[in-house]
């Protein structure tokens, strides 16, 4: 619970400090399009790579609750969508919301709240999770997102397959299919750029937040109710029916239910950004629903370790 309140904390005194910025007017809208540049082209993918190729070799007995995993929150965007539809939201905002309704915070929120509450061994498994959230997840939100956008089907995959944030991810993951290791110089260098993206990403998200009027940071329009439900609620739910049914080992079965109910990703509201759709949306569903699984990811926590 501690752990969870402080990180969860955290993650608001940098957007705090986004929002501040802005009302000070010492960031404007050309500010927060260069730090979201920055985080998309350059630090994300670098703490994708870097991580990645940390990763232990895959176990084969883990492809198949990796495949559950993937199917329920691929099932829960798909929901997200349809009930945003029937919520009369636009069909480009609720594409935009079932992907925020599946990219979950698993890298820089669930996994080390999993290692603190499950033990190291989540180290071994829990990227993974985090691995098919940015490399598979991510790329079919991308390629929804282009589709929305007005691009036609190839361009759409085009698109995200030049995606910086699925580039790195792809190249992490080979190196950790490969077992390379960068040499210790370029991975402080990596890691210096990584770890410096999510504290701008979440000014980033700040300064956006700080521009909307109050009343609309309280009041979810129809997709970000559905996206944060879907996030929140739905996605963890079916994730563990759909181990359960595996009977997959109990490690797994929390780490992964754990990292599956984690806020919507802040790269949700960079990529919505650099396309233009329904960013002030995204920006409203990652806060509240970060601000939500202070109580729910706390009581996860007390049922998974129970």
């Known amino acids: 619970m501690l752990d969870t309140l402080t990180r969860v904390l955290v993650f608001f005194a940098f957007i705090g400090l986004g929002a501040l910025l802005v009302k000070l007017k010492r960031l404007n809208t050309q500010g927060l399009d260069g730090l979201s540049a ?16 940390k990763l232990p070799p895959f176990k084969p007995a883990l492809a198949l609750p990796l495949l ?54 989540v180290s071994q498994t829990g990227p993974l999770a985090v691995a098919a959230d940015f490399l598979i997840l991510f790329s079919i939100g991308c390629a929804a997102l282009a589709k929305a ?47 410096s993206g999510p504290p701008v990403a979440l000014v980033a998200l700040g300064g956006m937040l700080g521009l909307m009027p109050a009343s609309n940071l309280v009041r979810p ?5 559905a996206a944060i439900i879907g996030k929140i609620l739905l996605a963890p739910a079916l994730v563990a029916i759909a181990l359960a049914l595996l009977h997959v080992d109990p490690l797994t079965f929390r780490a992964f239910v754990f ?14 950004k650099m396309y233009g759709l329904w960013f002030e949306g995204a920006a409203r569903s990652v806060a509240q629903s970060t601000l939500i699984s202070l109580f729910t990811l706390s009581a996860l926590a007390l049922i998974l370790t129970a």
């Not at 029937?86 to 599946?102: N, Q, W």
């Open 38 to 53: 920055y985080f998309y082209w350059l630090a994300f993918p670098c703490w994708l790579v870097v991580s990645f190729a």
């Open 68 to 121: 559950a995993y993937i199917a329920a929150l691929v099932i829960t965007g798909a929901l997200v969508i349809v009930t945003a539809r029937l919520l009369k939201a636009k069909p480009d905002d609720s594409v935009a919301a079932g992907m925020a309704g599946f990219v979950n915070n698993s890298a820089f929120l669930g996994i080390p709240i999993a290692i603190s509450l499950f033990g190291p061994a």
């Open 149 to 195: 956008s007005g691009h036609t089907v190839k361009m759409a995959l085009a698109n995200t397959a030049r995606n910086p944030t699925v580039i790195g991810a792809l190249i992490g993951v080979l190196c950790m299919a490969v077992g390379f290791h960068f040499p210790p110089a370029v991975e402080n260098a990596l890691d210096l750029l990584g770890h």
């Open 221 to 225: 329009d129809a997709a970000s109710a």
């Open 259 to 272: 990292l599956s109910a984690t806020p919507t990703a802040v790269s949700v509201f960079i990529q919505t």
